[in-house]
């Protein structure tokens, strides 16, 4: 119910414990129920509670799917840092393509010559 009432720019950036939250506050008996066993990735999880729909709670049915849709915005966000900030890991922190952790580390504490974008990007992937 709570994420009913988030707009779309919220759920974009909605944190994965915030996501997490609403599934095991309106979702977690269910899950117990009819998803015993199942790994808690994801994908697999929406695909057991899709799969049970008909014995799922009204409160679950109404906040999973959202749920589910943030933490998929939020991994896109992740990935996206890479490409919206490659210009800026590679001339401010000298960092390679493969040191993702080495330039995002440098990006978070660097003050000047970040573009908008890729502030931005840092921002709604949840580094901020």
């Known amino acids: 119910m709570a994420l009913a009432a988030c707009g779309p720019a919220v759920a974009a950036t ?3 414990e915030d996501a997490t939250a609403i599934l095991a506050d309106t979702c977690g008996g269910d899950i117990d129920a009819n998803c015993r066993g199942v790994n808690l990735d994801s994908s ?3 695909d057991c509670l899709t799969r049970n729909q008909d014995s799922v709670s009204p409160q679950c049915k109404a906040a999973y799917l959202g749920a589910f849709d943030a933490i998929a915005k939020r991994v896109a966000a992740r990935v996206a ?3 919206s900030c490659e210009r800026e890991a590679t ?3 000298g960092a390679a393509p493969k040191q993702d952790a080495k330039a995002l580390a440098c990006l978070l504490t660097a003050t000047r010559g970040i ?3 890729c502030s931005r990007a840092i ?3 949840g580094y901020r």
Request: proline fraction near 0%.
């Open 44 to 46: 697999r999880l929406k």
């Open 14 to 16: 909605m944190s994965f």
């Open 115 to 117: 573009s908008a974008n």
């Open 81 to 83: 840092v890479r490409k």
């Open 91 to 93: 001339k401010l922190c």
């Open 123 to 125: 921002s709604e992937a």
